[in-house]
């Protein structure tokens, strides 16, 4: 057993370095992108008649507005969908995940579930509002791995757009968008490390790995000045591209859920006892409410009402209805027997694959997709996760660490440019390489460059940071707690009372 | 007095019951149990995680009854619990020394 | 028993032809719709000043951009409202209806609930993809009946607006706000099976009924070139109305149900052990759900957010919420104690009937509908049912067959052009006849012939699909199987473990 | 514990009085509010092509499309919005509260919850549409206290907009919006009565109590003669402001609470059986769907989807956020751990202090109310109840009550003009000093008028009211039906079967 | 040692409880389980199917005491137990003939 | 024959099971119960209301043997069940008077 870890441990530390290498080498000239100056804007009403129909026009289908010279403000329908957008997001944590997640413990750990995405949205909202979202989604540091310290403290957000992200949108609805992803992504790696983690170092956990992971991260992605930026920043050195999270969200949560349930060790009586679900109807709530959620989270991805966020509103629904079709159907092939959480683990993996390509891809890149997320991640989870012995309690690295993986190197197979001018626009597309990358059809290298950084980012950051959490805390509870189960121990409740 | 505790199928409590109520016997007392025997239970599957289910559901009948009121309860129980495929159940029978009804005082018997 | 059978498939085969009878005579003289030849279209930037103003007041008001002849786009506001919609309908299913299905039978049986409506969701969304929307949206087989072969797989979707359906959102969020109506639909009939029809069985049901009964409806009721399309076809023979699926969704899943649940006999043990609800705080959790996205069901049947949208809006929120209180009314009135069950059912009622109404009818109108909806179907389910004995196990017909069927005739009574200007349109409802019918109040008539053919199509189509399924796959577990429960026997999962 | 209570009664009486007095005097002078001479509107086509523009633009930002002169109409983003916030918060009642609340009482006792939110529902809709939304909105009594008759029945209610209270959106779905508001107000209250409330009881009480205290309420604070309605009446004589209902909604249902509680007494076998929540995991959904349908209640409260609205998206965001880690963090440091029902009980606690500053408040505004919700209710909850020894069964008075006020006060403290300029309007603010209180930092003047209004509305009405139908119908079920628990007796029905 | 076992109403078992722990005993045994008697049930009604719940909730108790113990433990029960209403319940006593202490292997009375 | 009533944690139920079974036991019922004895509970607070919890979760196993397998079927349990910690639980022996499998009809030591 020990050896088997040690090898699995040897063999993510050698792709995390090949990794590094890759990012560092690419990265080597990355420098400051040169602001563009902005010629002084004119008011809406002394615009001249034609600019401000076209302003108009722009404002309802998210156009530029900068051939009018009119400063953007924000508009009703794109603002509303926002709006709806976040909120939608977070009811993917809150109660979705939670749901999701305890329902597939046993009955004595789901509170410590439903803590740990109610603990986690408090400590990041409030390190979000601090600095974390200046960190992403500030430029002033000109770098291409971290954000800036502008917006400390949401300082000077209000409702005007900031035009680096959108136009027609609010910054603080944006802010408040972006922040639902910075609460799920670190929520989805404690399914891995479900029913044997203490609550403190959890939350300790989190603290750390927003800085190290997550936000080098997301700027890298989303960030203005974004290394690998490949659609809004003409400057980024790999010109990889990821709709809505499979690089920031997926794959970082997953396979820093990998490393850490490795760390952490097995469960007390894992392959002994039995340990099904104490609650499938839970379980089926939450798939569903992750669903109609994502549409925020993926649709919502284009900051507006438009024809981007339509694109993605048709391509998610096709691939996790698809993948929700033929991860059972393998289930009725191999075993004879359809489960209900079959269904539910293929639309969530449907839904993983999707997020980088929901926004790139057409409706048969969508069902295709669909096909992969059905079969890859079930083989991870039913096949891989045996073999390797390491105790993935939920399966995050089965289905958000594979299936991110494979979809974000599944986008530069499929992109297309057709159903997103931004992919081969020239003010960014044309001249970090992005277009190019696309009609020589090698977008892939950008893709798996992307990959390994997160990989690596994710891999070696989780390892740091559990050491330093185990020797300041400590990682598990007693056996005894544990056999009595966090709820008791952790939170002095119990889930259930008759 | 006697004890009987009868191990039946789910399903047939309705039926026990009203043969017992029949035969005059008006209290018992139900358990929702799990039971372990020949018949055999199912595999469930969770994400290739298999589980071989031998605990069964099962409903435990608890009757105490004057020794008189032994044999007419334990045949009716048998007869209608029957199904005659395995997992039927058991009935036993402890003996039971004395009962004390909680509201009156009454004991032996009268309390039952 | 055998005789009430009997005679109860006898009537209903009586009923079904003279409906067949009049659906043929009415519709012999069907014709294909001339194309209206359409002029080029200026660019927007090309068209005067006046027609860019009246454009962009169209795209806020969902107007009729034809007079400006600028080609219409997808709008946000528009957008927004109609991808919310679509994620509310689904949230109906997913889990709304799983939920409020799953609640009501017995925990044995829970998981057959919830895997029925995600197995129903990813193949119908298959079907869909492949051929689905396009026989009931398309129209170049220009038939009355079915739709047309030009968006096979999704041909040729995209983003921009079909304006035979709708001027200002982009078509792949109507196919699938579509395709969640196509969902829930089928989900609806497997109430009145509960807890006794094989998984296999049903999915194969569902893949045959998409085919003989919801693809021919729904375009002859919604399609361009449908036979009872009032509203927007100017050929339809029938001019009926129906405005977010009193006929399509209610009334054949209902129909339907009630056929499936005699010909599928009854549950075993049925009459004599108690079978009482697992869960009413499921089925309340689901019912809030419908309730909820009900609102994308029936005010996003607008297919924009604006007028029509708001009024549907507010009627459905009055009749729900009457129904639910004169169902709980009744049972107080009757047996002494409101139920949450007689709340829930009244809620779901109000919200059967109201839908085909609920873009045609004033306030009045839907509190009339409400009265109604809490009291007939009240007797459907408490009274009825009981004197025929089948075993429509969650009611299924009582409360869709039956409130559908009230909806459909109600609308034809209540109907008020004044709320909805398409009733009463020049280019429609004027030329097939619906504004005179509306106008000599006798829009009953055309209502009447509609529901005989929805009835007709769903218990012949339902007949033979039945009988199909039954000799290729069987439709009853063994009862050794159905007593065990349907989750271990067709999932191999239980629902809740402690 | 006679004695107890009779002070504790006492106490509140003089509060009482002395808000009657200083309500009275406030408004001795109220006069009837000069109506604005209308100028007869242009048709859009008609105007200028500059009006057109500025025309549009406002119905893109929610601006005042007074100057153009072109009457406004229902806008898509805006309805759009307004569409969704009605929905959401109706999910805040089905089934968020009804979850919420339900897992908190024992099981017996789940569905009184649920049946609770439902049939208020039912009956408050009914109330509404005959004369509830009239009393509240209509304006036609020119009073400060109570709204008018012009709308009894939703007479002349359609899709146009009602710009006494916004210019974009139809007022049949401004009606449905404010609804909700009256649906959920009164299902507040009966957490403090939980377990041993009669059903009827109940029914009777909410049916008086929203003609004694909701609608002069709601009127007095939101209506366009309203006597605190600071925003939006340039003759308010109390220039309070309550953006979302801190008093309106969480001070009068808190305060009712704490008084129905007392007069109707302690559960039987309150403190010496331990009576624990049943499912904190219900409690848990309910909190999400209460947070997720929150955004409707504040944002929507700016009747828009525009700057406001995005600023009220934000800062309820953070408060909630902040006061879920709060509440949690003061438990862990106190007893040791940090338990689910804490992190509920101070996201609920934010929602409920940023309810009334959500609109009116900063970032900054935001975070500090965020640190005060999660401690002052904890507070209130853990030590003011106990020492006092009402039974407040699930905390209404503690969260709502206590929570409403300091959000009312607290709102007086940190408003902030440049977040909302409808709070320093020439038209409004100018005249009826809100704009010199906020000018002066004297705002808190008003504001603890407007509380004291409330409360003294609250108590006396709740004790006149409880009189009344303790005479008529009674207020409690026998101790052995108390045992039995509510479900049986009340519904006839149990939450859950095996 | 005799075994002790105990259908109460639920909401009597912190009181009796506290009964027997007075008296120095130590452990027991809890289950809930459904009772049938001569307290009536009720009636439930889901859309129109009526049913008759005549099981209604009770407490097992079950406590094995040295026979020394037996009676004080009865009388505490029937004590604390009694509403005087129809359902309060029964107090049944069985022979036992050994007992082990798992952790410690004792047996007989030192094992209760 | 023989009754034994085993209380035990409840992690151990699989491998008390497996011990069981290796020795030919063929039948066993099992019940969830709540356990009240020397091994302490553990506090709950609800919202400022601390509630102490003594009652902790057990399994009860109801094995019916005949005489001759008693005192191997009560040593594997003991054996298997115990963690050497306080709340290992109890094992109880109690006579019973007769057995009948419903299947059969047979009686006695057949029918277990
Ligand atoms: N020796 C036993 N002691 C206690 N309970 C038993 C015993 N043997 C069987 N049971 C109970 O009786 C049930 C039925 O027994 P099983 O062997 O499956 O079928 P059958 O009764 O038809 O022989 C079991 O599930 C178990 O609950
Ligand atoms: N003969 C019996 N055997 C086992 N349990 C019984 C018997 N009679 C009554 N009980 C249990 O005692 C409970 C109370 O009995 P019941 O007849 O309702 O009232 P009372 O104890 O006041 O006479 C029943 O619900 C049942 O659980
Ligand atoms: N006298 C008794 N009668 C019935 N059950 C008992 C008795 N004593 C203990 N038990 C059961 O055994 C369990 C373990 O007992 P406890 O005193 O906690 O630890 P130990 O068995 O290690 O002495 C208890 O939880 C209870 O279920």
Same mark, same amino acid.
């Given at each position: ?498 | ?10 399903? =047939?409590? @309705?039926? *026990? ?6 035969? $005059?016997?008006?209290?018992?007392? %139900?358990?929702?149990? /799990? ?24 409903? =435990?009948? @608890?009757? *105490? ?6 044999? $007419?309860?334990?045949?009716?129980? %048998?007869?209608?619990? /029957? ?28 309390? *039952?």
């Amino acid at each position: 057993m020990k050896n088997k870890t040690t090898s699995v441990l040897r063999l993510l530390a050698a792709v995390a370095s090949l990794a590094i290498l890759g990012a560092v080498t690419s990265t080597l000239h990355a420098q400051d992108a040169p602001a563009a100056p902005a010629p002084t804007p004119v008011a809406f009403t002394n615009a001249p008649a034609a600019a401000q129909s076209a302003y108009l026009l722009a404002a309802l289908t998210n156009g530029d507005p900068t051939p009018t010279n009119i400063a953007p403000v924000a508009v009703a329908g794109h603002t509303a969908w926002m709006m709806v957008s976040a909120a939608l997001v977070l009811l993917m944590t809150l109660p979705g995940l939670a749901l999701f997640y305890g329902g597939l413990v046993r009955s004595k750990n789901v509170l410590s579930m439903l803590a740990m995405c109610l603990g986690i949205t408090g400590l990041v909202a409030i390190i979000w509002w601090a600095v974390g979202y200046s960190l992403v989604f500030g430029t002033n540091f000109a770098s291409p791995f971290i954000g800036g310290s502008e917006f400390f403290f949401l300082k000077g957000i209000d409702s005007a757009p900031n035009t680096s992200y959108a136009y027609w949108i609010p910054q603080n609805v944006f802010c408040i968008f972006q922040l639902t992803f910075a609460i799920i992504t670190p929520a989805l790696i404690f399914g891995a490390t479900a029913e044997r983690l203490k609550f403190t170092a959890l939350m300790a956990f989190v603290g750390l790995w927003m800085f190290v992971v997550y936000f080098p991260l997301a700027h890298m992605v989303w960030g203005a000045t974004g290394l690998m930026n490949g659609v809004w920043n003409a400057d980024a050195k790999i010109p990889a591209i990821d709709f809505a999270g499979g690089t920031v969200v997926h794959m970082s949560s997953g396979w820093s859920a990998l490393i850490l349930c490795i760390l952490l060790g097995k469960r007390v009586g894992h392959g002994k006892e039995p340990m099904p679900p104490h609650s499938l109807v839970l379980t089926m709530i939450g798939t569903g409410l992750l669903w109609v959620g994502w549409y925020g989270f993926n649709a919502g991805s284009a900051l507006a009402a438009d024809s981007v966020a339509a694109n993605a509103f048709l391509t998610t629904t096709l691939a996790t209805a698809v993948a929700a079709f033929v991860w059972p159907l393998l289930e009725f092939i191999l075993k004879g027997k359809p489960s209900v959480l079959g269904m539910c683990s293929g639309a969530v993996a449907g839904l993983v694959v999707i997020t980088p390509a929901c926004g790139f891809v057409n409706t048969t890149g969508a069902v295709i997709i669909g096909v992969v997320a059905g079969v890859v991640p079930y083989f991870a989870v039913t096949v891989v996760k045996h073999l390797f012995k390491y105790d993935d309690a939920l399966d995050t690295f089965g289905i958000h660490g594979v299936g991110g993986t494979v979809g974000a190197l599944l986008t530069g197979v499929l992109v297309n440019p057709s159903v997103n001018g931004n992919l081969v626009s020239d003010a960014y597309a044309a001249k970090n390489g992005l277009k190019a990358a696309i009609e020589s059809h090698s977008l892939i290298v950008a893709q798996a460059k992307a990959a390994g950084i997160t990989i690596a980012l994710a891999v070696v950051g989780t390892i740091i940071i559990t050491l330093i959490v185990k020797l300041l805390i400590g990682l598990r509870p007693t056996d005894e707690a544990e056999h009595q189960g966090l709820d008791i121990t952790d939170h002095g409740e119990e889930g259930y009372t008759h | 007095m006697k004890k009987i505790e009868a191990i039946i199928k789910p399903f =047939k409590l @309705e039926e *026990v019951k009203d043969a017992l109520s029949e035969l $005059g016997i008006e209290g018992m007392t %139900v358990t929702e149990v /799990k039971g372990f025997g020949r018949q055999k239970g199912h595999t469930e599957i969770y994400r290739g995680s298999e589980y071989t289910v031998d605990f069964l559901p099962k409903i =435990k009948i @608890e009757i *105490v009854v004057a020794d008189g009121a032994l044999e $007419g309860a334990v045949a009716a129980i %048998v007869k209608t619990a /029957k199904t005659g495929k395995i997992g039927d159940g058991k009935v036993f029978v402890l003996p039971v020394e004395n009962a004390v009804r909680i509201r009156t005082d009454e004991t032996g018997d009268k309390a *039952v």
